[in-house]
């Protein structure tokens, strides 16, 4: 696929993702599609033949999969519509399903969009991204257990030695740690994006202490009460079990010979922007959430204090960085950690998900080796694609990147947040000329990537129905075996001409409908 570049197309509006990446262009001379909106009235909805249209072909008839909901539209009236979205509203309101946004005066609590229009993914396309995610993720666990082991893969040269050894996020501490079942990643999330003709990309891997989850199911259980005539009408695979087996994976990798483990979520507490996060899912599974005040390491074993006494502890789901895991070794500062735990998991009598160390597998300098990896370790051809991205250390992509350094997104290789970045297309010429330098100073501190444009869904805001771009994350689960339950998190982009889907940014959320064959 070739991704077109900025200067092809005249009178652009220019759009960025969370990281700062250029992911795509609105044209200001918009072509048109017919939508029908609630009631039956037929309007002309903006939109953009260079994205990829969710429910609507080239030509702007219904694709299939979402011909039962485009005819539920039609015939229900607005005010109906209206009132739907005023309930959804307050009911996540009530629930105090909300996230927080650092730095801000006003308040850090928030709620997160929530729009009506579902995400409809038909059978067969679920089928190939399952199988990609199955297969990314399990060449991402063969990697993170053979790099703190025999460290095949830099010793055959498919990845260079320094871009492992020497990343911020590999920890020598796990070397020569033996993990139950060599799980590392045991909770991914995948962000896939659509480009071109839909076809799927992924944007990038979550490894450490992937969020959202929780969304995922309180979309579901929310357009489930609120229109349940629509899941009559269709075979939509559920989701609403993904607590039950996220707490069978966990389980399943407890340590060698216990039969019935202990399980407690980690949080570093209620300011955590995730907090809500953690405490739901500790409610659906069961399980007790705790702070790391909470737990303490006697004879590198784990306990938990409870009103009953001490009890052992055999798997942790942590939502907290490495950094902040064990005073002893990490950060001799932190607050958040358990004294000694590094020890305990040494010595095998408790279990990480995510282990410590997985930051390096979802690295942006990693990113462009995934894969090599698949090749290298399942000896297959990778079904979903990387993003096209230039790595900075290598001559010839350096080169390409300086004399296209206006049309392209440089990232910094352990950047986060969208720190350290250069966007080339919304940057002023001397912005262009500094980062120039700062690559030249350390080439290998950087990789590159073109422009990319996300798909695009109807939406309902302020002014009607309108075509947003969005993306998904799904989440697969590692342990004795992988699952991955159909759908994920979509997260689309509410204002116009934007891509930012991240909820600080002002996006907003869908349900993801993954239908069943």
């Not at 060599?182 to 076809?199: L, N, P, Q």
């Not at 296209?404 to 986060?416: D, F, M, Y």
């Not at 699952?483 to 996006?507: F, K, M």
Request: net charge negative.
């Amino acid at each position: 696929m070739v991704f077109p570049e900025p200067q092809d197309t005249p009178n652009v509006t220019s759009s960025y993702d969370r990281h700062g990446l250029f992911t795509g262009r609105t044209l200001c001379n918009s072509a048109l599609q017919h939508l029908s909106t609630p009631g039956g009235d037929s309007v002309r909805v903006p939109s953009n033949p260079a994205f990829f249209d969710e429910m609507h072909t080239t030509e702007g008839s219904v694709r299939a999969h979402y011909q039962p909901f485009a005819e539920w539209l039609q015939r229900t009236p607005e005010p109906r519509i209206a009132q739907k979205r005023r309930e959804a509203e307050l009911a996540f309101h009530r629930v105090g399903i909300t996230f927080t946004v650092y730095g801000e005066k006003s308040g850090t609590e928030r709620l997160i969009p929530f729009d009506i229009v579902p995400r409809v993914i038909p059978a067969t396309e679920w089928q190939v991204l399952d199988a990609g995610l199955r297969q990314r993720v399990k060449a991402l666990n063969m990697f993170l257990g053979d790099i703190y082991h025999a460290q095949r893969i830099v010793e055959s040269g498919v990845l260079p030695r320094e871009l492992v050894l020497s990343n911020e996020q590999f920890r020598p501490q796990m070397r020569g740690i033996r993990v139950p079942g060599d799980i590392y990643a045991h909770i991914a999330g995948i962000d896939v994006v659509r480009a071109g003709a839909g076809e799927y990309y992924v944007l990038e891997d979550n490894l450490r202490v992937p969020s959202g989850v929780s969304y995922m199911l309180e979309n579901r259980k929310m357009m489930m009460r609120l229109f349940p005539e629509l899941f009559a009408r269709q075979s939509i695979a559920p989701v609403e079990d993904y607590p039950d087996a996220l707490l069978e994976n966990l389980r399943s990798v407890a340590p060698a010979g216990i039969e019935d483990p202990t399980v407690a979520v980690l949080t570093p507490g209620a300011y955590n922007s995730a907090y809500f996060e953690h405490a739901f899912l500790a409610q659906q599974m069961g399980v007790e959430l705790v702070e790391g005040q909470d737990l303490l390491v006697r004879d590198d074993t784990v306990y938990m204090r409870t009103t009953r006494g001490l009890q052992r502890v055999h798997v942790i789901y942590r939502r907290i960085d490495d950094d902040f895991l064990d005073p002893e070794v990490f950060r001799t500062d932190s607050m958040l950690g358990v004294p000694g735990l590094l020890r305990a998991y040494r010595a095998g009598r408790v279990t990480l998900a995510n282990a410590i160390g997985t930051g390096v597998a979802d690295d942006k300098s990693i990113y462009p080796y995934v894969p090599d990896m698949i090749r290298f370790y399942l000896d297959e051809q990778p079904i979903l694609n990387n993003v096209p991205t230039y790595k900075l250390r290598n001559a010839d992509d350096l080169k390409y990147t300086l004399d296209h350094l206006p049309e392209l997104v440089v990232k910094e290789t352990q950047g986060a947040g969208g720190y350290g970045m250069l966007v080339g297309p919304a940057s002023t010429r001397e912005e262009i000329e500094n980062f120039r330098a700062r690559i030249l100073a350390n080439p290998a501190g950087y990789i590159a990537q073109p422009t990319l444009a996300l798909s695009t869904c109807p939406t309902f805001v302020a002014s009607g129905i309108a075509p947003r771009h969005l993306d998904l994350r799904p989440y697969v689960l590692s342990g004795e075996s992988i699952r991955i339950v159909p759908g994920g998190l979509t997260r689309v982009a509410l204002r116009e001409g934007s891509l930012v889907v991240n909820s600080s940014q002002g996006g907003g959320t869908k349900d993801t409908w993954v239908l069943e064959a």
